[in-house]
């Protein structure tokens, strides 16, 4: 992927994790709601400020609104899940090409010095350092992205 191409698909995540985010705090306000309303009509009877039947009608239908909003919570989470996992993978892709530019322009320096008979072992010792973090975070890239590209589009 180009480094372009991944600051976009980076950019577009991080928007829609803004928006998932709003998202999750409007549900959150309105379970919140929901609550303070179902523990307020049982008190309203009591007190004689609305009948029986009339309560456990907008109970009823409360009820039915807070298991809605809850069940999409549950689905903003997930949806959420999903972006903050792939915008990890898309980070580490990121390192990982970075680290491949600071390594080669580490070899080229490094080439440039022997070529003086200069010799550098503190430079040979961030190449070993680099090629190990790619090494290592490049499979740790491939793995996410490939969970992810499995999750997706395994049956079931």
Not at 91 to 96: A, G
Not at 131 to 154: P, V
């Given at each position: 992927m180009a480094f372009s191409q991944l600051q976009n698909a980076m950019a577009t995540l991080r928007m829609s994790l803004a928006e998932i985010q709003n998202k999750e705090r409007q549900l959150d306000t309105l379970i919140s709601q929901f609550r303070t309303q179902l523990r307020r009509l049982p008190r309203q009877v009591v007190y004689g400020k609305t009948g029986l039947e009339s309560s456990l009608s907008a109970m009823g239908e409360i009820e039915e609104r807070l298991d809605d909003a809850v069940a999409n919570r549950r689905r903003v989470l997930?949806?959420?899940?999903?972006?903050?996992?792939?915008?990890?993978?898309?980070?580490?892709?990121?390192?990982?090409?970075?680290?491949?530019q600071s390594l080669q322009s580490l070899r080229q320096r490094v080439r440039a010095s022997l070529?003086?008979?200069?010799?550098?072992?503190?430079?040979?010792?961030?190449?070993?350092?680099?090629?190990?973090?790619?090494?290592?975070?490049?499979?740790?890239?491939?793995?996410?992205?490939?969970?992810?590209?499995?999750?997706?589009?395994?049956?079931?």
């Open positions: 997930e949806i959420k899940k999903s972006a903050l996992e792939e915008l990890q993978a898309l980070e580490l892709v990121k390192q990982v090409d970075e680290a491949r070529e003086k008979d200069e010799e550098d072992a503190e430079s040979a010792a961030e190449i070993r350092r680099l090629e190990t973090f790619i090494a290592g975070h490049s499979k740790r890239a491939e793995q996410a992205i490939t969970t992810r590209y499995e999750e997706r589009h395994s049956p079931g």
